[in-house]
Every structure is written in structure tokens, then in C-alpha cells.
């Protein structure tokens, strides 16, 4: 049932459509969020009728598509006003959060909760973030280092992802890189915190990242995640952070083409490459894996139908990596299914989240087992003679 101007909720209407500020003010309804939303290939899922009610005072704060959008950006996109669709969203959370009105899914909340106690989303100990590097002789960052490397939470503590952080770090020592983690002083970015209306949280996670990576001199911040990625490089200089940030695909592609990397040996696979949501439309990176993984002696390159600007979410952001989501409403399952169609080999992956949707999706989607789902950094790793 909707909520109407003038009951109890007001406070909380009037809350989304200053957050909403422009964005709701020049959305004319065309639809073409609702006709181009990835929800459209599964189900009814309107994202305009969101945002009308918003604009008429009428907002239902029990609605669950609130929670379904997952920001891959395909909404802005597409807008031929440029409506930031997802500030919108962001903002009917934030009211939902910080007023108490409505639901947020439990699954979410336990997340959230987590972090807030742990400094991560799997609830895991701050003094294992450092474990994954165990036997890797990983050195603790110092001023005199030249590159921070930040992880991203999941391939500090998922087991099924730890390999991302430990094959980057075995590229960086191969290229002779002078870098450092900083390991259990870190907490996470907030970057998924933040989408999902926490924003108190996000700007406590923010300011310890920036004083702790002031305080120990960094300058430089090389990240395997792109949602660490498009927070640091977007968000934290509003908040008073001065270091450059790069990632993974990007910095690995310039060791590559320095010599830094060679190749003794062929990779003879056939390898499909998806473009991440937060690397890809939000952050305008689309070259520099294609580049890495064309450099690659043996290995053969396909293209999903639906590629780079048009490519599908595999439905991890937006704090939705952390909710219950039904097997048939699963993008990465469609995603997943139409790579093994094609007769891909190896469905390569630049993001720790979309890895953590598609090793999942193995598990439930028809011949999963068929495919590999691996990093770009763990493909690297197999054709050069790691020192």
C-alpha cells in the first residue's frame, strides 16, 4: 500500500525527494530505465513507477524493488536525461535506514551488521584480514614503499576468492614491484554499504581508510575490486582523500607492455570475458582486460553477444551480493549458461564480486561445472615463470 502526503511518513517523503534533489524533478516518465533494467529480462520490475511515486509524495517504503535494484548504471545509461537513477535509490534506502520506515531484507541487515562490528561483510575477525598472504612474504606497507596494495574484503576472508589477492601479489613480486598491504588495519571500503542506505556507516568506514592510509604515507592504491575502485577514485576525494587508485586490470596491462611480465608459455583456451558493472559503465574501463587477455600466447578471445556498455550484471552490487535470490531470478545464472552455450572454456572475471555470483551460479546452473570462472590476475599467473 502506498504511502500518501500528510500521514506520518511525511517526514520521511520529504526526505527521498531532497536526496533526489534534480534527478526526480526532470524525469518525464519514458520508461526506458524500467525497458532497459537487466530485472526486465526476469520479471515486472518498473523502476520509472518508483521513481513517479517518489515525485507525487507517494511512496510505499514496504515495496521490495526498492531493494532489487543492484546500480549497474544500465538506467543512466539509457536516460535521455541523464537521471541519476541510482542517487534516487540510494536515497529511498537512506530514508528506509534512517528513519526506520519499511523493511530491509535480513540478509542485508546481517551484512551491514557485520560490518559494523567487524569491519567486514562476512562478520569475519579484523585480526585474520591478513591471513591470505600467509607464506607469500608479503611485506607491511611503509612510506618508503611506492604502491598500497587494498585487496577488497572478499578475497581477504572467501576462500573461494583468496586466490585473486594471492595471484596479484605473485605478479607484483615477479615484476619486481615495490609494494605493501596493510592488513588488519584495514576495513572495508563501504562502497556496497553505501548503496544500500547506510550512510552513517559509510562515512565512519571512509574517514578511518583516509586517515590510515594518510597517516602511513600512501599515495598510490592499487585495488583488485572495481567497487573499491569507483569508491576511492569518486567518493572519498569528497570526503578529503588525496591518493591516486588504480586497478588491477590496469596496472598489470603496464608491467605487461614494460617487460615486467613475460609470457613462457601458451594458454590454449577459449576464454569469454565480462565486463563489470562498477569497472565497465560506471568507470568507463573496457580496453585494458580485453588487452591483457588478447596478450596471452594461445588463448582465443570471445565476446558475449551483450558486451562492454550493453554487457548484463551479474547482480552482485548494491549490497544484493549479500541477499537471498531465487535461482530463476539469478542474472549470473543467465550469464553463466550463455557462456557455456558459446563454448567458452574459461569465463575470465575482473571483479571479486561478479567471481563470488558466477562460482556460485556452477553450482546451480546446467553443466556449470563445465566452465572455470577465474580472475584475469589467476590467467596471467599461468603463463609467466613466477619467481
Excluded at 203 to 229: D, R
Excluded at 334 to 350: D, R
Aim: glycine content about 10%.
Amino acid at each position: 500500500m502506498n504511502t500518501v502526503v500528510g500521514t506520518p511518513y511525511r517526514e520521511a517523503i520529504d526526505a527521498v525527494l531532497q536526496e533526489g534533489g534534480e534527478a526526480l524533478q526532470i524525469c518525464y516518465q519514458c520508461g526506458s530505465c524500467s525497458g532497459n533494467c537487466p530485472w526486465s529480462v526476469l520479471r515486472t520490475f518498473a523502476i520509472h513507477r518508483i521513481i513517479h511515486q517518489a515525485q507525487l509524495g507517494l511512496v510505499d517504503f514496504e515495496d521490495e524493488d526498492v531493494w532489487r535494484c543492484a546500480t549497474c548504471g544500465v538506467c543512466v545509461s539509457q536516460c535521455p536525461r541523464g537521471v541519476e537513477i541510482i542517487d534516487v535509490i540510494r536515497a529511498l534506502r537512506r530514508t528506509i535506514v534512517g528513519l526506520g520506515v519499511g523493511k530491509v531484507p535480513d540478509s542485508l541487515r546481517l551484512a551491514v551488521k557485520n560490518v559494523s562490528s567487524t569491519g567486514n561483510p562476512l562478520g569475519e575477525s579484523q585480526e585474520k584480514r591478513a591471513d591470505w598472504s600467509q607464506g607469500l612474504g608479503v611485506k607491511t606497507f611503509t612510506k618508503e614503499a611506492k604502491l598500497l596494495y587494498f585487496p577488497c574484503c572478499l578475497p581477504c576472508y572467501d576462500p573461494q576468492i583468496i586466490c585473486v589477492a594471492r595471484a596479484t601479489v605473485g605478479l607484483l613480486q615477479t615484476a619486481g614491484v615495490d609494494f605493501g598491504i596493510l592488513g588488519n588495519s584495514e576495513t572495508c571500503c563501504g562502497e556496497a554499504i553505501r548503496k544500500a542506505g547506510n550512510e552513517d556507516l559509510f562515512q565512519s568506514l571512509a574517514q578511518q581508510n583516509i586517515a590510515l592510509f594518510s597517516e602511513n604515507g600512501v599515495t598510490k592504491v592499487l585495488v583488485s575490486s572495481p567497487h573499491c575502485y569507483h569508491t576511492f577514485k569518486n567518493e572519498y576525494p569528497n570526503l578529503g582523500s588525496k591518493f591516486e587508485v588504480i586497478h588491477s586490470t590496469q596496472y598489470i596491462l603496464g608491467l605487461i607492455k614494460e617487460g615486467k611480465l613475460k609470457f613462457t608459455k601458451e594458454l590454449r583456451k577459449k576464454v569469454i570475458y565480462h565486463d563489470p558493472c562498477y569497472l565497465g559503465r560506471h568507470n568507463g574501463i573496457y580496453d585494458e582486460p580485453r588487452e591483457i587477455l588478447k596478450s596471452i600466447p594461445g588463448l582465443e578471445l570471445m565476446e558475449f553477444p551483450d558486451h562492454g556498455e550493453d554487457s548484463l550484471c551479474c547482480g552482485g552490487g548494491s549490497g544484493r551480493l549479500w541477499m537471498e535470490t531465487k535461482k530463476e531470478e539469478r542474472f549470473s545464472n543467465i550469464k553463466l549458461g550463455e557462456a557455456i552455450e558459446l563454448g567458452a572454456e574459461v569465463l575470465a572475471v575482473a571483479c571479486p564480486y561478479c567471481m563470488s555470483m558466477f562460482k556460485d551460479s556452477q553450482t546451480t546452473v546446467d553443466r556449470g561445472e563445465a566452465i572455470e570462472v577465474k580472475d584475469i590476475s589467476e590467467l596471467v599467473q599461468e603463463v609467466i615463470e613466477l619467481i
